[in-house]
């Protein structure tokens, strides 16, 4: 390459040709500062990212490539030295193809090497490995001699360098005399550089040719060889585990397997594809490999994810296990070749909880084949999938091992989507009345884990709802505000009068967005579903708009109407989350609005203008949540007594006029925080199952009409 280079710079560059610059040649002659006079020992290599030669047709480039040149070969091969802390001396013992460290005093043996006898020993990957990065100084046998200590004889042994140690552990044909492929050591060196534990797999004399180990962490100096018995038993299971089908004329079909036809669902249409054959997928307790030229599908390494608790001694089951196979000289594996493999794993089989497709994913036995073309791996995940057992057309039944099964497979559509709706009942013939709901009875939100904010105040409506809830059957509530001071006071309440509900108590501001994510992920956490949101949070500034300014506007818009956002964005991602316990997505989602969002002149400018937000938004949510189950509602109190009208009602009350307060609608009162909590209890509840992207306006009628006025009209 150094003479094409050489005969580019005296050709000349054609022109139309594109220059490309990562075909530069580096300039190294800054390197001869490093060893000009100077002593070189306490001196470093400079980083890389050194200005790059500019591309021109004069014999300067030819100089200046040979000074460059000079420069780095007078580098390479100048003494280099090892501080003696971090000098870790070992020795080569070619019998084995091992290394010994003597004395350990290094971090690096946490992850590599075996102890025993006060000595780390290498394996050939592991010294190379460090050898490679200058971590190791390995240092070739020496004749023993009388009265010298073994560490005197290592320091006099020749040091071997990077080739040498190539020569000494990589070998050209797998488990020749203890050296590993260079397939091999670049899976390992990859792994290692990525932060990866990686161990061999087997015992360190295990040379991959005959004799799987059956404990993968078992790490003993040798094993006696198969029995006849073994050998023959392993035969035998090898058979007898291949896929047991025949295809014969009567069987073969011919013509598409989907005929044409109505389908009611894809149940049908899974039973007609179930046409994977299975096996015995039970390993005997010893068995036999077969030699690595019949069958290179063997694990080479066990590799974990690093841990501060990690221990090689105690390492346990590794996260993956690896074979390393040759793409160039491998053929894809027969199923015998597989089926070998997965037998040198023991099972791990997913969660009994576990969806099916999680579990066809996973698999019974799997295995990471790192393919190697060219000294690049690609890793290819091959699983022992049970297709037998895990029957994705059947919503009910047995699962693996005799564990229960969900009776209805979780899906991502509503109920009433995914289901036939209920028959409905009869009387003399006639059909009667089709119940979706069904009789709740006095259970409205039976087992529903509920959140509530804006629900400090004592004469509020988040008050009377939490009540509502708790006497309903609700399971958890999550009571929140950025006013604590009466919080724990309604959970002491609640807990005194509905013992069975869990009540929590959150401080926060209902417009943070950090925090509603968390309240949110914190129910789902801890009972796996969130049912219904209620967004009470709000505020009023009394002025007129033009004594208002752009800060206590955006103020009012902030508490009213970017509440309700956050709450229908993280709490419609919590309800479209199923598990075997709701197997369907599904919730409600209800904000506070006010009349004062339908009509105008029923409140101030910027209190009215976020109320019609949150009825916007609830209808707009609603829709982009079709066919989820997710129920968007707002709610548009009419005067009602509480802490934000408190004002309004004494003021009443001292000059006499109290009845005044309700006379422009008809039923001619106020009302009360526990008249609109029972309107959400039913927004709540599922017997408002049909009930979506509506304002439900409770103001006594004051939205009903014009302004109610008693007597004569004329």
Request: proline letters at 6%.
């Amino acid at each position: 390459m150094a003479d094409a280079d050489e005969d580019v710079s005296l050709l000349g560059v054609q022109e139309g040709v594109e220059h490309d610059p990562a075909e530069e040649t580096q300039d190294f002659r800054f390197l001869d500062k490093l060893i000009g006079g100077h002593d070189v020992a306490h001196l470093s290599l400079p980083k890389r990212g050194e200005k790059d030669f500019e591309s021109h047709a004069t014999n300067l480039q030819l100089d200046t490539l040979e000074a460059s040149r000079q420069a780095m070969y007078g580098v390479l091969s100048w003494q280099r030295t090892h501080t003696q802390k971090n000098h870790i001396l070992a020795q080569y013992h070619p019998e084995t193809n091992t290394v010994c460290v003597e004395k350990v005093k290094s971090q690096h043996f946490q992850t590599i090497g075996r102890s025993k006898g006060g000595k780390e020993w290498l394996l050939p990957e592991e010294a190379l490995f460090m050898i490679e990065r200058g971590s190791l100084d390995c240092r070739w046998p020496v004749e023993e001699q009388e009265g010298v200590p073994q560490s005197h004889r290592t320091e006099e042994g020749a040091p071997m360098s990077l080739q040498a140690a190539y020569a000494a552990f990589i070998g050209y044909e797998e488990g020749v005399g203890g050296k590993l492929t260079l397939d091999m050591y670049n899976v390992y060196a990859g792994l290692k550089r990525s932060g990866y534990v990686v161990f061999r797999t087997g015992t360190w004399n295990d040379d991959r040719g005959d004799l799987l180990v059956q404990d993968a962490n078992a790490q003993s100096d040798g094993m006696p060889g198969p029995s006849i018995l073994t050998r023959f038993f392993s035969d035998i299971w090898r058979r007898i585990s291949q896929p047991s089908y025949t295809v014969t004329p009567e069987s073969l079909s011919f013509g598409p397997l989907i005929k044409p036809g109505l389908y009611r669902s894809y149940s049908d249409v899974y039973r007609l594809l179930n046409i994977i054959p299975s096996h015995d997928r039970k390993a005997p307790s010893s068995f036999i490999l077969p030699p690595a030229a019949d069958n290179p599908f063997r694990v080479h390494f066990d590799v974990y994810r690093t841990t501060s608790g990690f221990r090689k001694t105690a390492r346990g089951a590794p996260d993956f296990r690896i074979c390393v196979i040759n793409a160039r000289e491998t053929p894809i594996p027969t199923s015998a070749q597989l089926n070998d493999l997965f037998a040198q794993v023991p099972e791990d089989r997913p969660k009994v909880g576990a969806q099916h497709y999680q579990k066809l994913k996973h698999g019974c036995r799997n295995v990471l084949l790192a393919v190697v073309d060219n000294g690049v791996p690609s890793y290819i995940r091959v699983a022992d999938t049970p297709f037998d057992e895990v029957k994705i057309y059947e919503r009910s039944g047995v699962g693996p091992r005799g564990k229960a099964a969900p009776k209805v497979k979780p899906t991502r559509f509503s109920k009433e989507l995914s289901e036939p709706l209920p028959e409905p009942p009869t009387f003399e013939g006639q059909p009667g009345v089709r119940s979706i709901a069904g009789d709740l009875g006095n259970q409205r939100v039976k087992d529903k884990v509920i959140i509530v904010t804006g629900a400090n105040s004592l004469i509020g409506i988040g008050r009377a709802s939490a009540h509502q809830f708790a006497r309903h059957g609700s399971r958890a509530l999550y009571l929140c505000d950025f006013d604590k001071s009466n919080l724990d006071l309604h959970k002491r309440e609640l807990a005194s009068l509905y013992p069975s509900v869990e009540v929590h108590t959150r401080q926060f501001d209902a417009a943070d967005e950090a925090a509603v994510k968390a309240v949110v992920q914190e129910a789902v956490d801890m009972y796996g579903r969130l049912d219904v949101f209620f967004a009470n949070a709000g505020i009023s500034s009394g002025k007129l708009f033009w004594e208002e300014d752009s800060e206590g506007f955006m103020k009012v818009m902030r508490t009213n109407a970017l509440s309700v956002f956050l709450a229908a964005k993280y709490g419609s991602l919590a309800m479209r989350k199923t598990s075997p316990e709701k197997p369907y997505p599904g919730g409600s989602i209800i904000g506070t609005a006010s009349v004062a969002g339908l009509k105008s002149n029923a409140g101030p400018t910027d209190y009215s203008a976020s109320k019609a937000a949150v009825i916007s938004l609830m209808q707009t949510c609603a829709y982009q949540l079709v066919g989820s189950g997710i129920r968007c509602n707002a709610v548009c109190p009419g005067l009602i007594e509480t802490g934000m009208t408190r004002v309004t009602y004494d003021a009443a009350r001292a000059r006499g006029s109290e009845k005044k307060i309700g006379q422009l609608n008809p039923l001619r009162r106020g009302g009360q925080p526990d008249e609109i909590a029972r309107a959400v209890l039913f927004l709540a509840s599922d017997e408002s199952s049909y009930v979506n992207a509506q304002a439900w306006a409770v103001d006594g009628g004051l939205s009903g009409g014009m302004p109610f006025v008693p007597g004569k009209l004329a």
